[in-house]
């Protein structure tokens, strides 16, 4: 399956519970107040939340002429629309430093980027930055060997800040090209976590003074709108550069991607579709929005 199609089959809970329909309800009609309602109750249901759904309500009634529903489209995705190229610096290592809550999707996603990385003939640094627990270390070991990447890891309970000055230093005595550094996201601990993060964020600057020259924030798409007010936390204590959306596949409230995009201001650079290793992809607004809102799924289904 080439990755369109599997984007497309990876919004399909989205796109038949809620985007899907737009073509029907504004393909070649004239606004009106039901179309309206309409459509505010699909963004609203499906987790766009009420500040781009009235924005998006304002621009779809100031656009004069051509057909409401390629209208719609386009507002959706220039809302999407940010810098979502990575910020590589011209002198390796790139580091990343991968932050979110437990279950986001850290560990699998980074795991995922070691293996894009890999295809790009690009030499990869896996860091298990979360101590927290064995098994957290052994889970990052695995997707370091299934990409033949190099793993650095302390003992469980071992200071992260320590595991990610390693990491770097081993990058650059090396001539690796990329670290990532797949951090902790007990959240119960909140203070002490986003403390330990700075750390992290600071500690590797001894080595490399730019670094982290990304700061990738993983979002459960699942968790909708709960997901939104805990990155608002991330953002505010951690300098994020760049949003990873897991999970899109699991929720028919895909929505949550346009909430985020205007309500964080900070670009979606990946999304996930699925739990193999080809279910990343660098997300580009166009495609997203064609997989979302285009598709014969809502004929099909109502044949
Ligand atoms: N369906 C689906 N599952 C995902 C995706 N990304 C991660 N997962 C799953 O989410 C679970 C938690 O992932 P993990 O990487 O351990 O999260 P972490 O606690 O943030 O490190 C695992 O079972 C992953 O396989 C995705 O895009 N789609
Ligand atoms: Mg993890």
Redesign the pocket.
């Known amino acids: 399956m080439g990755f369109f199609n599997k984007l497309k089959d990876g919004l399909k809970k989205t796109r038949e519970n809620f985007f899907g329909k737009f073509k029907k309800i504004l393909s070649g009609k004239t606004l009106n107040d039901e179309i309206r309602e309409e459509i505010e109750e699909l963004l609203i249901l499906s987790d766009v939340g009420f500040e781009a759904t009235q924005y998006i309500l304002e621009k779809l009634e100031e656009i004069k002429g051509g057909d409401p529903f390629d209208n719609l489209k386009n507002i959706i995705e220039d809302l999407l629309s940010g810098d979502n190229a990575l910020n590589i610096p011209e002198t390796h290592p790139f580091v990343i430093n991968m932050v979110?809550v437990?279950?986001?999707?850290?560990?699998?996603?980074a795991g995922k980027l070691a293996a894009l990385f890999s295809s790009q003939n690009k030499n990869v640094v896996l860091a298990a930055c979360d101590t927290f627990r064995a098994a957290a270390i052994d889970?990052l070991k695995i997707w370091a060997e299934r990409t033949k990447s190099s793993f650095i890891a302390h003992s469980e309970g071992a200071d992260a800040a320590a595991v990610a000055y390693d990491a770097v230093k081993h990058a650059q005595a090396k001539s690796k090209d990329i670290v990532i550094l797949d951090t902790a996201?007990r959240l119960h601990t909140k203070s002490n976590l986003m403390e330990e993060l700075k750390k992290i964020n600071r500690v590797i600057k001894k080595v490399v003074p730019d670094a982290p020259h990304e700061v990738l924030l993983?979002i459960d798409a699942v968790t909708g709108q709960n997901g939104l007010q805990q990155a608002k936390v991330f953002k505010d204590a951690v300098n994020v550069t760049g949003i990873i959306l897991?999970?899109l596949?699991?929720t028919a409230k895909g929505g949550i991607a346009i909430a985020i995009a205007k309500e964080l201001g900070i670009p979606i650079k990946f999304i996930?579709?699925?739990?193999k290793i080809e279910?990343l992809r660098p997300f580009n607004a166009h495609e997203f929005v064609e997989a979302l809102l285009e598709g014969d799924t809502v004929e099909n289904t109502m044949g």
């Open positions: 979110g437990n279950g986001s999707g850290k560990t699998t996603t889970q996201g993983v897991t999970k596949d699991g996930g579709v699925g739990e279910d």
